[in-house]
């Protein structure tokens, strides 16, 4: 395994160094950990001149579902708090020759940049940008393995729940018991605060659980995802609560169905995000609901539940394959509720299959 | 209520037209919360010349728990996404007439700095530091009685899990549950990951819970807290599990409460923060565990779980009354495990009674 991250400092290494800086400072957890294999807390990883070098803010600890640093890079524990371990690699990065270092302004406050500065004088620093988040945008198979195992927890995690009784209970106790099943099931934890929508709040995108119970005739709109070893993703559905839905909901949840899968049936190697954004979009635009929409219809998933590629209208770039992401059109109407489909799917060769779904719960209409 | 926010922004004004700054843009979430009652994501809060505004990155929504933006405010929702509020505002300062903007440089990373000087070149930029966070230290009788009824919901759901088995389920179903029963009993949700630790992590602060199972004989450490209305308090007891403690858990376990006493007695307004920090220490340093103690022994809580200020050995400056602390001293023994004790009070003059514990659970050492 231990090759595996050292290539991909050797590639960043390539960037970097091609862009003019004699070293690079990698602090944003995500990249840290892509590079690392683990991510202590505060840990600020120095790809210097001589040898890469993990800084951490103090021992390591054991943690499961966290990986530990891969055995290739050096490791520098700080004895106590107080000292920031980028300072510390910005120092150490000086003392062994490099005259220019690159950071990610993105992650590093301006107080934090500052106190680089001010603790390496020698260094000019420049801006490493999203070098990193490039390099994670497509997936090896082993990334893409964690990610289909976390979808599969997903699943049961959500097919269990529909077996239970679900009229009554809030909003918030719903999604806590799907947080202790994605658990339950193998997951280091939750990808992302789990959402349960019910009735008017239905198919909003992130909605917060609150303390409304499941009524008769609520549409009722579920989105979790489970984190394993590392790798989030994302799964979301619409239910019907009551043995018959409303004229009303059927047509809804047709029109969302069928925006969801022309998203999906667009995911190819070359194809432009927007493209894929747009095949979603029009469906649901055409019938209406342009106002309704959310900003985008889906995103990369990875070490982060929200990565690179944005789907959306004003994205540049186009997929290859071995990128996962998500495809999650919806439409909410206020005071009426609305309704969400959310897949992971890896962006896959038609001569492999087309795109892998990697969240196989039904998107029939169920009504619970 | 409106006029609390009004007046913790008039003394922020104060503040920052003193340091010679016309206006202030404030991103912090926390310090956004308190003051303007809410923090929609991603919203800035600036204080300009002419008016206080909230910007937000998109329409408002009902959010039980978060709060909606105080009344006296003017909020300007931004349409979609793309568009950083904070950028917004910053232009708004400038059209408005201000030439200088104090901003939260220990909060904006460097890309964000640059987005602001770029969008309204006309602004000074200057540093607002933690003015915000010194404002928030001291509280009022509203902020106290929130902390208050947060810590009753942790002793309450801590009460109910001593009540149940505990021998054989794992760190992780043990803070899950717990978590369950602080939303049950009405917190907004945990207000931090709640630690579980059994045998050999027992006493590790913020150990995060693994799947190892409780077992007879063993320390069990539990550390948790509610939110509730934004407001964030902590709790921590150590358990024995099974009929007889050992001789050295029972010795271990009144060394610790005798340190956690002595700091929790030093608590008054005008004590230094490192002599409180000592208080504790000395008890456990002078048995010979000054390796084994962590780098502080209390902290401030409120909007944050850990805010100003800090108990630590080189912390500067005297505790207020009306400033809620913990103090929660522990050891750690590598492979044995250890204690902790953790309450969260309040220093309130002698003439008032003295500190106010919150957390009220016993500590005296449970056997289960």
Redesign the interface.
Known sequence: MSEVYANRRSRLRDHFTAAGAAAALVTHPANVRYLAAAAPQGAALLLGGCEDLLVCAGPL?D??G?GRPDESLRVHALP???ADPAVTAAGLAAAQGSDSLA?E??????????GLAAGAPALRLT?LGGAVEQLRVVKDEEEISCLRIGAEIGDQALGELLESILVGRTE??LA??L??RL??HGADGPAFPTSVATGPNAG?RGH?P??RRVEEGDFLSVCLGATYRGYRCEIGRTFVIGTSPADWQIELYDLVFAAQRAGRESLAPGAAYRDVDRAARQVLDSAGYAQALP??SGHGVGLEIDEDPQL?P?AMGKLDACVPVTVEPGVHLPGRGGVRIDDTLVVRPEADGGPELLTITTKELLAL
């Open positions: 600890d943690r499961p966290e106590g708090p107080g950071v302004e993105h992650h590093l406050t301006v107080s934090r940049h500052r801006d918030r106790h806590l018991e947080e202790r658990v339950d909003r917060r609150t303390d900003p985008l959306a004003a």
